[in-house]
């Protein structure tokens, strides 16, 4: 004990007793950053997370879409002889879907020992599955998309100046069917007051 006491003794003397404090000093302040903050933020709270960031362009694309939809279709509507004024709704089931690039024959090994009837015989198993094809971007790693579909449209309300007749009402049902693919009785049409 006492050869360590003295090694000590004279460390502290060799490096100072100043720097000696300022290095218990850092290894505090750099003990303290690397403990979690405990103010209940997560990783997504903050932003750091790549989830939430993501749900937050899925949700803003997803409205972008819907809006342009809208517009469009008022537009298109209103040029029509006996609709008038015309102002569109629609709803979304889903979002976009992005189809990726998979490869084609993965196959895993699985050898699974089965005793039938008693005859020990064993029996082999390959499973087949499919793995995406990633590329690196200037975002990071990411699976290669070959399709992206459309988001998949609920519903859609019209309310129109000339919607009185039926058949003012028939053409919205069946411009709205030529431009969505969505069945009659998920399209609203009604007279604006």
Known sequence: MEIKAKNIRDFVQKIGLPRLVLFVLAGVVLLVLSLPSGSGETESQTGDGSGSAAHQDVLQAME??????????????????????????????????????????????????????????????????????????????????????????EGIVVVAEGAGSGRVKKEIIEAIQALFPIASHKIKVMKMK
């Open 64 to 153: 972008t879409y819907v809006k342009e939809q809208e517009k469009e279709t008022e537009e298109i509507l209103s040029r029509v002889e006996g609709i008038g004024a015309v102002e569109v709704m629609v709803t979304l089931a889903a979002s976009e879907e992005k189809i990726p690039l998979q490869d084609q024959d993965v196959t895993d090994d699985n050898t699974s020992e089965q005793n039938q009837t008693g005859s020990g015989r064993t029996q082999s198993s390959y499973q087949s599955r499919k793995e995406n094809v990633l590329v690196s971007g200037s975002e990071g790693e990411g699976p290669y998309v070959v399709q992206v579909n459309s988001p998949t449209i």
